[in-house]
């Protein structure tokens, strides 16, 4: 069964940093685009940043502007979002997902929401 997902959360401090990695398993990552989404209590889901397939980075949230960026390692089926001087308001609820675009960034999920990872800031 296709299926993408997130691991890597954790609690971390203000100003840390965390990687997370969305792995792919049933298909092939690489010829997609893929989003990093995030949903805080109580807020709706957001498209924080996606990666295409030639590996240009869009951003959706202004607020991780020069803090996180993403990346693919296609030979390990998998995209990482590194985000650093990590702050409270990055506290939610973090998923993958495919571009309904398919190889280009256009911020609307394909498929289903597949499994996410909790990232929680707090001191």
């Known amino acids: 069964q296709a299926q993408l997902v997130a691991s890597g959360g954790g609690l971390v401090q203000p100003g840390g940093s965390l990687r997370l990695s969305c792995a792919a398993s049933?298909?092939?990552?690489?010829?997609?685009?893929i989003n990093w989404f995030r949903q805080a209590p109580g807020k709706e889901r957001e498209g924080v940043l996606c990666?295409?397939?030639?590996?240009?980075?869009?951003y959706y949230a202004d607020s991780v502007k020069g803090r996180f960026t993403i990346s693919r390692d296609n030979a390990k089926n998998t995209v990482y979002l590194q985000m650093n001087r990590l702050k409270s308001e990055d506290t939610a609820v973090y998923y993958c997902?495919?571009?309904?675009?398919?190889?280009?960034?256009?911020?609307?999920?394909?498929?289903?929401w597949g499994t996410g990872t909790q990232v929680t800031i707090s001191s």
């Open positions: 997902a495919t571009d309904l675009e398919g190889v280009r960034c256009s911020g609307t999920p394909a498929g289903s």
């Open positions: 049933g298909f092939t990552l690489n010829v997609y685009a």
């Open positions: 990666i295409s397939t030639s590996a240009t980075n869009t």
